[in-house]
């Protein structure tokens, strides 16, 4: 029982970090629904390490071109440069806002908005406002053409996601939606602006938590850990390819689907 409680732990977090479903609010309520405990933040923190793994591999090639953007070619330099650029823009917001929870109110999202009801009222307005993005027009822009106003507005929004039900890749995608970007830019973007996102808040939360790691058995723990790298990796894969096609709408049902079996249950 105890390997198979960590394989669903995985599963959830690797097919639900990327996806814009919020990873948080389904290890809680998932874990719920099948009579196991809620992780709690110290777990999650650790199992979403095998997500860090996993995003740091589906776009390995893109690190390796920004660790070595001195291309001869003035253009292709210039725009990862300007990427590069645009990525540490979008990230200082979360360092700000999420370095100040940590310290200053650790358990302020514990004790107010990880309930149920908070979870399936903001599933409910997050898929208003994927809705929102995902009907929106004037598509043109692009990892090419983007201005760092964007990129900090996004990275902005991002910091939201320590909200348990917003969910970092839904949020982000939206609102580059909703100034113009392309689907598929708006979705890698949001994947690149996660990297180092997603990075610090496990590494963070995984510091904080060291002296739990005593209560977690080894094997499992181990196991749980690559059924989310493999999941997540999928999950990353999908995404991209999905929504640069047919959009979000199938999350926004998703979304108001899961928000009212919530409330149905409470």
Not at 26 to 35: A, E, M, N, V
Not at 89 to 105: A, E, R, Y
Not at 138 to 166: D, E, T
Request: net charge positive.
């Amino acid at each position: 029982m105890e390997y198979l409680k960590f394989i669903l732990y995985g599963l959830i977090q690797g097919l639900t970090e990327f996806i814009p479903v919020s990873s948080t609010a389904h290890l809680k309520i998932i874990s719920l629904w099948f009579g196991i405990e809620d992780p709690g933040t110290s777990l999650s923190a650790i199992i979403q390490l095998g997500s860090v793994f996993a995003i740091f591999w589906y776009f390995r090639n893109d690190i390796f071109i920004f660790r070595n953007s001195s291309s001869e070619n003035i253009l292709d330099s210039f725009l990862l440069k300007k990427l590069s650029t645009s990525i540490i823009i979008g990230t200082l917001p979360i360092i700000i806002i999420g370095s100040f929870i940590s310290f200053f109110i650790p358990y302020f999202l514990d004790n107010n908005l990880r309930s149920n009801f908070s979870i399936a009222i903001i599933s409910l307005l997050m898929a208003v406002l994927m809705f929102l993005a995902d009907n929106s027009s004037n598509k043109f822009i692009n990892l090419r053409n983007h201005n760092y106003l964007h990129s900090f507005l996004i990275g902005l929004v991002q910091a939201f996601a320590i909200i348990p039900g917003v969910s970092r890749s839904g949020i982000t995608i939206s609102l580059a939606l909703l100034f113009g970007w392309e689907r598929k830019d708006a979705a890698k973007f949001s994947f690149l602006l996660g990297i180092p996102a997603i990075s610090l808040a496990a590494f963070l939360q995984l510091i904080f938590s060291l002296n739990q790691f005593s209560y977690f058995s080894f094997f499992p723990l181990i196991i749980g850990l690559t059924t989310t790298f493999f999941s997540s990796l999928l999950a990353i894969d999908f995404l991209i390819k999905y929504i640069s096609k047919r959009g979000m709408k199938i999350f926004i049902y998703y979304r108001i689907i899961f928000g009212i079996l919530i409330l149905l249950n409470l």
